[in-house]
């Protein structure tokens, strides 16, 4: 039976589509068929993220509608088998998501997949909404500040309330915390919250912290999901954040600040 992942934050800009490709990048580079759904109606960046925009023939709200079939919208990753995307509707309002086509669309996707990965919108809107009713298990992307953390304890409230788990009285979502753009030398200094004031607040098992890196904004322009970006920190976090969800114990990189060493200190070196 495939696993619905919902990747979801309470505010928008905060590297929920950056997660969404990476991990479902992550989870199909191990070996697991895995599709990756735009819920977000009306704005679509997944697919630009993905690199396959130009590929986009019929969208989610297509196949609710029945003016089309998975296999006619659903695009094959040309990097990484395993690998489906299905992107949103750029003309379309939120209302086109309806509870009986989506449940249709994700009853279909589980005879063929593993994973699927709901790339939800900001906020608590329709979309978002739809996208957190099925899940399974949820990724709640957050940044290191005050109002992006409370607005995803917000979003923690909503999971464990409104989902169709909640309504029926199954185990409920499980959760997984994703802190990003995270600086240790800024929480040093106390322009940012640390990961433990994070956890102290939401209280949420972490499941990956990705630092700050110009390189997940020139992935993202270049089309393609940082973790496939080598020697990239954000991309090797993102690696560590599959694998942990995967089952491995892995230390958390990426959260202290570095010291430098003796010669650095002497020469001046960053």
């Known amino acids: 039976m495939a696993t619905v992942i919902v990747v979801t934050s309470g505010k928008g800009g905060v ?22 759904i735009d819920f977000d109606v009306g704005l679509r960046n997944l697919d630009l993220i993905m690199g396959c925009e130009r590929r986009v023939v019929y969208d989610f709200v297509n196949i609710i509608n029945g ?5 006619q919208a659903l695009i094959r990753d040309k990097r990484v088998e395993n690998l489906h995307i299905l992107p949103a509707s750029q003309t379309r309002d939120k ?46 992307v957050t940044n290191p500040e005050v109002s992006s953390v409370r607005d995803s304890d917000r979003i923690l409230g909503i999971l ?15 959760e997984h915390l994703v802190l990003a753009r995270y600086a240790p030398e800024r929480a040093d200094r106390g322009d940012m919250l640390s990961v433990e004031d994070v956890l102290e607040i939401l209280g949420i098992p972490l499941l990956g912290v990705i630092p700050e890196s110009p390189t997940v904004l ?42 430098k060493g003796f010669l650095k200190r002497l020469f001046g070196g960053g």
Request: charged share 25%.
């Open 15 to 36: 590297g929920k589509t950056t997660t969404s490709a990476s991990f479902a990048t992550g989870l199909a580079q191990r070996g697991y068929r895995t599709v990756v």
């Open 67 to 71: 003016e089309a079939n998975l296999n």
């Open 95 to 140: 209302e086109a998501l309806t509870r009986e086509g989506v449940e249709r669309v994700l009853n279909e996707l589980r005879q063929n997949f593993e994973y699927i990965v709901c790339d939800s919108p900001a906020g608590i809107e329709r979309g978002a909404l739809m996208a957190l009713y099925f899940a399974d298990e949820a990724l709640v």
């Open 160 to 174: 464990a309330s409104r989902s169709r788990r909640a309504e029926q009285g199954e185990l409920p979502v499980k």
């Open 218 to 259: 020139q992935s993202s322009n270049a089309g393609v999901p940082v973790i496939l970006e080598d020697g990239s920190d954000a991309g090797a976090a993102y690696g560590d954040l599959v694998d942990r969800f995967l089952g491995k114990n892995l230390p958390h990189r990426f959260i202290t600040t570095q010291k």
